[in-house]
């Protein structure tokens, strides 16, 4: 396998999902944006985004499908919540609002503060993606009420995923994401090995 991957990119997601499960594979890190600074990655992924997985005849370019893959294809993993257990569906909705609720916001919150040429920035696009990332974020601090993972009772890639989302708003400096269940739970998922070893890469 190989992931192509850029430093504090979705592609972080994938990364703590292979270290999490020990699997062998390559790891290929480009200059941010790669469609503008490594133009040639579009012959592996047309839209020049990360992460892209390439696994035999495979390419995956989606993070939190990527890490469904990895979960159901190299499995069993304790990782997957599978459709057997009562918390399968709380899974899957952890798994895909990480990315099409909470993290979307907050890529426009970056591009209008950071990526846009200085004319083209706008503070009050900033402002409002970064409320409606915070508005939609209340979710994971009601959902963690009670409990230590967001599923299952036990780490598992919804936790890799939303915790993403999370690890973004702290480097745009979003800190009211920081409530108390999500703090509590931030230590606990970051205090593990295969997070540390990721971000390093």
Known sequence: ?????????????????LEE?????????????????AKQYKDVNPLGTVPALVDGGVTLTESSGICHYLAEKYGPTPLAV???EADFGRYLNWMYRSDATLTFPLTIHFRYTALEPEERRSAQVAEDYRKWFLAR?????????????????RFTMA?????????????????????????????????????ERAVKK
């Open 82 to 84: 599978s459709n057997t």
């Open 21 to 37: 499960m020990g699997l062998p594979y390559e790891l290929e890190t480009l200059p941010f944006p790669p469609r503008v600074f």
């Open 1 to 17: 396998m190989k992931l192509y991957h850029c430093q504090g990119a979705r592609s972080l997601r994938c990364v703590w999902a």
């Open 137 to 153: 974020w209340t979710s994971v601090e009601a959902g963690l009420d009670g409990r230590d993972y967001l599923c299952a009772d």
């Open 159 to 195: 936790d890799i995923c939303v915790g993403y989302a999370l690890y973004f708003a702290r480097t745009l400096k979003v800190d009211e994401a920081m409530t108390p269940n999500v703090s509590r739970w931030w230590e606990r998922i970051t205090a593990r090995p295969a997070f």
